[in-house]
């Protein structure tokens, strides 16, 4: 019986050490799944704020202090303004003008802006930000 004794010992501890790597390998191989898809998808976002791109082709305040801009989608995906700020404040919220790739597109405000010269951001569904500055025109 001195012989057996560190045999089942080992083939104990060999049970062990392959039924609790067992569980470590199930356990890495649903987080590495689930990375995979976690990475795959934000590929898939990056790829498509990349795809859309904007540009300001005209900019101005008319007489009655109204901000209009005139934007042409030169991008692969639909544009959707949301927001527009004005000199680093939010002038117009859920704007909600969508412009499909190669068209243009008038964002146009309702509320007067003051001053004769202003600087203005666009931002999009996909959060990229535009730029632009207007001056006033007319009286």
């Known amino acids: 019986m001195w012989g057996v004794s560190p045999i089942i010992g080992a083939l104990l501890m060999v049970v062990v050490v392959v039924v609790a790597f067992t ?10 799944e689930l990375y995979r898809f ?27 202090g109204a ?10 995906v639909e544009l ?11 002038f117009m919220s859920d704007v909600g ?3 499909l790739p190669g068209d243009g597109g008038w964002v146009n405000s309702s509320e ?3 001053g004769g010269y202003v600087e203005f951001k666009l931002v999009t569904e996909r959060f990229n930000e535009i730029y632009g500055e207007a001056y006033r025109v007319g009286g």
């Not at 990475?39 to 990349?50: G, I, K, M, W």
């Not at 005139?70 to 692969?76: D, F, L």
């Not at 959707?80 to 939010?90: I, W, Y």
């Open 112 to 114: 007067a802006v003051g």
């Open 23 to 32: 569980g470590v390998y199930i356990w890495s191989l649903n987080r590495f």
């Open 97 to 99: 003008v969508c412009i």
């Open 67 to 76: 901000l209009r801009i005139y934007v042409r989608n030169a991008g692969e």
């Open 38 to 64: 976690h990475l795959e998808r934000l590929r898939s976002d990056v790829q498509r704020v990349l795809e859309e791109y904007v540009v300001v082709e005209y900019a101005w305040i008319d007489g009655d």
């Open 80 to 90: 959707c303004v949301l927001d527009v700020f004005v000199n680093g404040s939010l």
